[in-house]
Structure formats: C-alpha cells, structure tokens
C-alpha cells in the first residue's frame, strides 16, 4: 500500500510540474504579467486556472462519496466549510506574495534549479513562516 501511495503522489507531483511548465506558471515573469491587466496581460494563464478548477471540482465531485481513493488509501478532506481568520490571513499572505514575486511554491521547486535569486528571497520569506504560523495559532 505505501508503494501505490508513492507512486501516486510521484505521479501528481510529476504531472503538476508539467502543467507549470506547459502553463508557464514557473515563470514569475508571466505570472507578474498576468496580474497586470493593464498593461502586458498575459490572459492565457486564465485558461489554466479555468481548467484547474474544473478539473479540481470534478475530482471532488467522484471522490466526496468515498471513503477510500482509488489507490485504496483513506479519503482525507476538511470536515469544516467555516470560513474563519486562518483561512483569510493566509489567502491575504499567499496572494500578497505571489503578487510581489510572482512565484508560489509549487513553481518555486520547480525553480530550485535556475538559481535565480528570486528563487532565495521567496525561500527566505517561506521557511520562517512555515515554522510562525504555527505559534500565532496556538491553541
């Protein structure tokens, strides 16, 4: 069982990465420029994030009524749909990032090997509040 687990997550991170490098959203350049909608908008990043979401709702959609995936491991989604300060803190954090370096980290990986500096500045924002986010929200 841990061998299919393995080979599926090796498999939806390799098809991730693809999607990046097809989409272009590994480029922060494009990425910046999508958000830029008065000037040089890139509008086809639109069509894969339209897809993105299509794909994702279908996919919850098979899976809601399941207790195990396909890979006959146990279906693990959130059991709440409550909207509360965790959730928005950090769609403000993320979104604000992405909007100012143009990487988030699924692209960020994928540019771990350009060494671009951009690539460090977004590490040295990342890996600090991977370890705060979890005191502010003590409980």
């Given at each position: 069982?841990?061998?299919?687990?393995?080979?599926?997550?090796?498999?939806?991170?390799?098809?991730?990465?693809?999607?990046?490098?097809?989409?272009?959203?590994?480029?922060?350049?494009?990425?910046?420029s999508?958000?830029?909608?008065?000037?040089?908008?890139?509008?086809?990043?639109?069509?894969?994030?339209?897809?993105?979401?299509?794909?994702?709702?279908?996919?919850?959609?098979?899976?809601?009524?399941?207790?195990?995936?396909?890979?006959?491991?146990?279906?693990?989604?959130?059991?709440?749909?409550?909207?509360?300060?965790?959730?928005?803190?950090?769609?403000?954090?993320?979104?604000?990032?992405?909007?100012?370096?143009?990487?988030?980290?699924?692209?960020?990986?994928?540019?771990?090997?350009?060494?671009?500096i951009?690539?460090?500045?977004?590490?040295?924002?990342?890996?600090?509040?991977?370890?705060?986010?979890?005191?502010?929200?003590?409980?």
């Open positions: 069982m841990k061998m299919t687990l393995n080979i599926t997550a090796f498999l939806s991170g390799a098809i991730f990465g693809f999607g990046l490098l097809v989409s272009g959203f590994y480029n922060p350049n494009n990425v910046l999508f958000f830029d909608i008065f000037g040089d908008w890139k509008v086809g990043l639109m069509i894969t994030f339209v897809l993105s979401i299509i794909i994702s709702a279908m996919a919850f959609q098979v899976i809601k009524n399941r207790s195990l995936s396909f890979a006959n491991n146990p279906v693990q989604l959130p059991d709440t749909k409550q909207l509360d300060l965790k959730l928005f803190a950090g769609a403000a954090l993320f979104g604000t990032g992405w909007g100012i370096a143009g990487i988030c980290p699924g692209p960020a990986l994928v540019l771990v090997g350009s060494l671009k951009e690539v460090v500045y977004f590490f040295i924002g990342l890996i600090p509040g991977l370890f705060l986010i979890p005191i502010f929200f003590r409980k």
